[in-house]
């Protein structure tokens, strides 16, 4: 069997450079390499709504805020499969299937849960929705029955859950579940980009983002006032690396060519690295110089956005056929999913033949 690809975003906001580097640029590569036999991008609407209750407006309006940001970035209907979860009814039947393979203790030990919880300050007031996305995660991603699954560092945990609830299935009732494989961003700045505020992580839900679709302005404007090192005050003091968000950025985007194109006094990161921990080297240069790597990626991603505006029926319509191919595939693993678990009674011909036999044995 070929390999297959199942991974989404939540429609809380528009994408940003996080989703970037973390999971959209593997995407793309991903389906145009030709070694995937399926790939399926899903919009995960229904999933938003467990922590968005109060917003259902945002979810709507960033559906295609998200599909665009999609199309922008390379993502191409004709190779991918991009759908809405919630016109996928045969994922809430498989999450409810799974919850009986899962404990309360297991998921309140699920890190992912564990700092969303705590991110977003439900206390005690979560809702079950929320508590038990992982198990809606794990429907998500065998209903196509995913081999692969290219995310960020944050969803590790969801992964592994969802590795679970597939072993458990398949040793209770039979092999139809695929467990899937993660595939996580080539280096650790790219896994987990943090916020331009220097915080753990870039998130739509902590404010703290470059925006694909942010224009050329906001963009500088934002790297301009990008946390850096406190303790780098004049030019000539030594500056340090680590927990310096422009150079992490830096190592999730640049490449050796950058220094050729914007700034050609050093031959590499490594080099400029040096001489701002040696001390001589400004703030303002290597933000400015980090403005033009971003520009480099960002520019052709917001002109492609722009075309795919002029059109946004167009949109819906790719949505809409994405989500129809998608719960073709969705049906037919939920069906397996019930043959295997014996709620397939009136196609059961040998079940309802044993049991009349039953009966007219006892008359
Ligand atoms: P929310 O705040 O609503 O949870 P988010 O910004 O965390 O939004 P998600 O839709 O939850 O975005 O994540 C979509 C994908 O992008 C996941 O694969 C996640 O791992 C990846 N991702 C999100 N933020 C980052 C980041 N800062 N660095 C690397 N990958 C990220
Ligand atoms: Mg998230």
Do not use: W
Not at 29 to 38: A, F
Not at 224 to 232: A, E, F, G, L, V
Not at 297 to 304: D, G, K, S
């Amino acid at each position: 069997m070929g390999k297959i690809i199942l991974t989404g975003d939540r429609p809380t906001g528009r994408l940003h450079v996080g989703h970037y580097v973390g999971s959209l640029r593997r995407r793309v590569e991903l389906q145009n390499s030709g070694e995937y036999e399926k790939t399926f991008i899903m919009i995960a609407d229904a999933q938003a709504l467990t922590d968005n209750i109060e917003n259902p407006e945002k979810v709507r309006q960033n559906i295609v805020e998200v599909a665009l940001d999609y199309l922008s970035c390379g993502l191409d209907p004709e190779k991918s499969t991009l759908f809405i979860q919630s016109q996928i009814p045969e994922l809430c039947e498989l999450t409810f299937y799974y919850m009986d393979l899962v404990t309360v203790s297991r998921l309140q030990r699920n890190p992912t849960v564990k700092s969303e919880i705590q991110m977003r300050n439900f206390e005690a007031s979560i809702p079950v929705g929320f508590f038990t996305y992982p198990i809606s995660q794990a429907a998500d991603i065998t209903a196509f029955k995913a081999t692969t699954v290219p995310v960020g560092e944050d969803q590790l945990p969801m992964i592994e859950q969802t590795r679970e609830i597939v072993r458990k299935f398949n040793s209770v009732y039979s092999e139809v579940l695929v467990e899937p494989e993660v595939l996580l961003p080539e280096n650790q700045a790219c896994m987990r980009l943090p916020g331009i505020d220097g915080k753990a992580k870039m998130s739509k839900s902590l404010g703290n983002c470059i925006y694909l679709s942010d224009t050329a302005d906001e963009v500088k404007k934002k790297i301009m006032s990008m946390y850096t090192d406190p303790t780098h005050i004049q030019v000539s003091d030594p500056g340090h690396i680590e927990g310096n968000t422009v150079f992490t950025y830096l190592d999730a985007f640049c490449r050796p060519e950058h220094f050729e194109r914007y700034l050609k006094d050093y031959s590499c990161l490594d080099e400029l690295k040096a001489h701002y921990q040696r001390g001589g080297l400004g703030d303002v240069k290597v933000k400015r110089f980090l403005n033009s790597v971003l520009e480099e990626t960002l520019e052709p991603i917001r002109a492609r956005r722009k075309e795919f505006e002029k059109d946004i029926p167009e949109v819906y319509r790719i949505l809409k056929k994405g989500s129809e191919a998608a719960r073709e595939v969705a049906a037919q693993t939920l069906s397996e999913v019930k043959d295997a678990m014996k709620i397939n009674y009136f196609s059961d011909e040998e079940l309802i033949r044993a049991q009349s036999e039953k009966y007219s044995r006892s008359e």
